[in-house]
């Protein structure tokens, strides 16, 4: 009702708070209440000065053969699709300047001693163009979870972490368990672990944390100011405290029946001998153990002695129960692969990639993470493809995989003959720091580690040169060694740029790209079309998985750039975490949504160039059509947030798709 009363004066704030009305219209709002002869002021103005642009711009464009009422339209129009025309024109500005040298004759026959595959993750490119400049090394590029997806159990941890895209969910379970003495762990951890539950209890007393103050807060201090004064010092010293994880393996076989039942058998009679001895000083022979268990799970008669409390206490409260036993054998069997499996998983990934012959003495498969200190958002700078955890476990689960005699047999009866002296090697590139660390490299017999030995030596002096162009870009970065302090300084907001500035894919053969500077702008995703099936079965997985990936990483640097009030979390400055699920801003807001500012802008300025994902597959159109066709990433092609880019070397022609249709936008000679 007010709003009907009083409509002028409602028009003119609402115009006010948008900024559209200038001074000499605020000033008359405070000096005069004729809000309705200020409003038609105001209105009459816009109206002469539309006007007057329009007809400023016609005698600017005399050759447009318009009315000038057709001409005020037709400029409504253009400023209405202002916003999306630059962007439009950005994108094809960045077309063009690629493709042509996408196009450019380059080849490379010099044979490789190592061939690397990384992660497409933007963060690679650099240190893949320095690990080739540094010698007879050759790499490729897949997906982070490199397509074997896992639930992983880390040693010592009790949960699973799935290593695999979100929209993908793992099927088989992965245990990480020691194949040496670990005394030392075991040791350092009960410490550590006593060490931390007194301190918990202290604080939590209601009496004690007034004594604790004071007598022992001191030690806080010296964490508190050993972070903030001398970070690299203080990192140190609380590693050396941690304790160091022993040598492991992977359950990567299948278990046998025989041994499922065994297991279960084992934890169910562990558990019901810990509960008899600490809750009722009943100590069973083995065999009496047995007995009960097999009364609890099969209900076999029981001809020992037990309380019907205790018996009911290990059914309900310890769940020693048929149901049990059946749960447990099922999630068994889902602890590693058959032969098949592992056989379809090293054949699809070298398949991909295009690394089928022709096989160097190492092959090399690096996972990849961050480290940064105090950060709700270190996730962020793992891999997208793995959920945002460390890939390092499919990588090395991969190269395990591909070191077996008979899966390589097999592989040979496949058309791909891995020779017996390659090697397949994990690593891990830290991509804060572009360090890279080897992996199992214990199997090596003495004239292995003296090549490895080379490789090493040239991938470190490759990580320097990749230092380099990182402290050039990243602020208060003057020195390689403050990349390292910002790492460990838990004051630090942007312990790098993570994948600002992702702008592209690239699917094809790296000798393609290999001669471009990309400054870590590109997905990078080694394609070979001419061992991919009519169907394009292998295209379409790229698009169902890795490319969907960095279409999600794409969107979300895009809209925490454009608005990062609405779809970012805005400054890491304010940020609190809540209940280990999201930030808040300052003591009260909503939860917040997005990238922080420090991930997208430096200085109040955008250091991310928001732009759709332009897609460059090298590959024929058709085979780019089925796979579009079969994959997930058709909505997102059809309502154009990934603009694909075909560059098909047999018809002679790069295609763009463009308002619905492929079209020609440029002929090779």
């Known amino acids: 009702a007010y709003m009907k009363k009083n409509a002028p004066y409602a028009l003119l704030k609402l115009l006010q708070e948008k900024g559209k009305l200038t001074g000499t219209y605020n000033d008359a709002m405070e000096d005069s209440e004729d809000y309705q002869k200020i409003l038609d002021d105001f209105v009459k103005d816009e109206i002469n000065l539309n006007s007057l642009q329009v007809q400023l711009a016609k005698e600017k464009l005399p050759s447009l053969d318009m009315t000038l009422t ?25 077309i063009t ?31 893949r163009r320095k690990v080739e400049e540094s010698g007879p090394y050759s790499t490729y590029g897949a997906g982070g979870f490199l397509g074997i997806p896992i639930s992983f159990v880390e040693f010592d941890k009790a949960h699973e972490l799935p290593m695999s895209p979100a929209n993908i969910t793992p099927q088989n379970i992965v245990f990480e368990i020691p194949v040496e003495s670990h005394d030392e762990y075991n040791t350092k951890k009960g410490v550590n672990k006593t060490t931390k539950k007194v301190l918990s209890d202290l604080k939590n007393n209601p009496y004690t944390p007034y004594i604790m103050v004071e007598s022992i807060g001191w030690m806080f201090g010296i964490k508190l100011f050993g972070k903030t004064f001398f970070p ?52 069973l022979t083995k065999d009496e153990l047995f007995i009960l268990w097999e009364h609890l799970v099969f209900n076999k008669a029981l001809c ?164 380099e162009e990182r402290a050039a870009v990243l602020p208060n970065a003057k020195t390689q060694e403050d990349l390292f302090i910002k790492t460990m300084d838990w004051s630090e907001p942007r312990p790098e740029w993570g994948l600002a500035g992702n702008m592209g894919v690239f699917a094809g053969p790296r000798n393609s790209c290999r001669h471009m500077e990309l400054n870590n702008r590109l997905f990078m995703h080694s394609y070979d079309a001419s061992i991919d099936n009519e169907n394009a079965d292998i295209l379409t997985g790229i698009f169902n998985g ?31 975490v809540v209940s280990k699920i999201g930030v808040y801003n300052g003591n009260y807001s909503d939860l917040k949504i997005g990238l922080p500012t420090q991930s997208v802008y430096e200085e109040g300025e955008a250091y991310h160039e928001p732009v759709r994902l332009l897609t460059y597959m090298e590959a024929p159109l058709e085979k780019v059509g089925k796979a579009v066709e079969n994959s997930v990433a058709k909505e997102f092609i059809l309502n154009e947030w990934i603009r694909p880019v075909i560059i098909d070397k047999a018809a002679k022609k790069v295609y763009s798709y463009e308002y619905g249709d492929f079209v020609v936008i440029k002929e090779l000679p």
């Not at 450019?104 to 490119?125: G, M, N, Q």
């Not at 041994?259 to 019901?272: A, C, G, P, Q």
């Not at 895009?558 to 400054?571: E, I, L, P, Q, R």
């Open 546 to 576: 890795p490319l969907i990936v960095g279409q999600w990483i794409n969107l979300e640097y895009y809209f925490s750039t454009v608005d990062n009030k609405v779809y970012g979390a805005g400054s890491k400055i304010y940020h609190n």
């Open 70 to 94: 057709q001409f005020s339209n037709f400029a409504n129009l253009i400023k209405k699709e202002e916003g999306f025309i630059w962007l439009k024109s950005l994108e094809d500005t960045y």
């Open 304 to 467: 020992i002695k037990i309380s019907p409390d205790m018996i009911s206490k290990l059914k309900h409260a310890y769940h020693i129960t048929a149901e049990d036993y059946h749960l447990q054998k099922e999630r068994l069997s889902q602890v590693g692969f058959t032969i098949d499996e592992q056989v379809m998983y090293l054949e699809n990934l070298l398949k991909m990639i295009g690394l089928v012959k022709d096989f160097p003495k190492f092959v090399t498969i690096a996972g990849h993470g961050s480290i940064s200190e105090n950060n709700p958002f270190e996730s962020s700078l793992d891999c997208g493809a793995c959920g945002g955890s460390i890939s390092l476990p499919n990588a090395r689960a991969l190269c395990m995989i591909g070191n077996k005699n008979d899966i390589r047999e097999k592989l040979r009866e496949k058309g791909i003959d891995i020779p017996a002296e390659t090697k397949f090697l994990p690593a891990l590139h830290v991509t804060t720091t572009d360090e890279i660390t080897f992996y199992d490299t214990d199997r090596l017999n003495v004239h292995d580690l003296e090549l490895f030995s080379k490789m090493q030596q040239d991938f470190k002096n490759a990580s320097l040169g990749s230092r």
């Open 232 to 283: 690299d010092k203080t990192n140190k010293l609380f590693n050396n405290m941690k304790p160091k994880k022993p040598k492991t393996t992977f359950t990567l076989d299948k278990l046998t029946i025989k041994e499922i039942e065994k297991y279960i058998r084992r934890l169910h009679t562990n558990i019901i001998n810990e509960v008899l001895t600490t809750q009722s000083d009943t100590v």
């Open 97 to 127: 300047d690629h493709v042509d040298e996408l196009t450019s004759a380059h080849t490379y026959d010099e044979k490789p001693i190592a061939s690397t595959i990384f992660c497409l993750d933007v963060r690679s490119e650099v240190i």
